[in-house]
């Protein structure tokens, strides 16, 4: 499996009090853990099960997911923006995984 890869959109300016929409996608995999390989055995699960953002430390969204969830989950939400700061996003997996980015904003 190749490693995951976070992809996040968020403006780069808003003005105060805006609510800007931001989409977020990860490359992985999400193995349900109910397929065989080609021996018969079974592959083990291995999905992203955790998804959070913070704004400035403030968690924003949060959702669990679960193996029913497509490979590359895709996030679109919206969020107010009261202040200039740093959106942190972090996805993590089965295995303990921490994936994450970051993406500032301006208020102007």
Known sequence: MATPKPRV???KTA??????TIKTLISHEMESGQRKDADGNVIPRQIINK?????????????DLDPAVSANPYFE??????ES???KFTWVDDNGEIYTDEQKIEVK
């Open 9 to 11: 959109k968020v403006p």
């Open 15 to 20: 003005s105060a009090g805006e609510i800007v």
């Open 51 to 63: 998804f959070t953002c913070e704004f400035n430390g403030v968690k924003v969204f949060e959702c």
């Open 77 to 82: 939400f919206t969020a107010k923006v009261p």
């Open 85 to 87: 700061g740093t959106f």
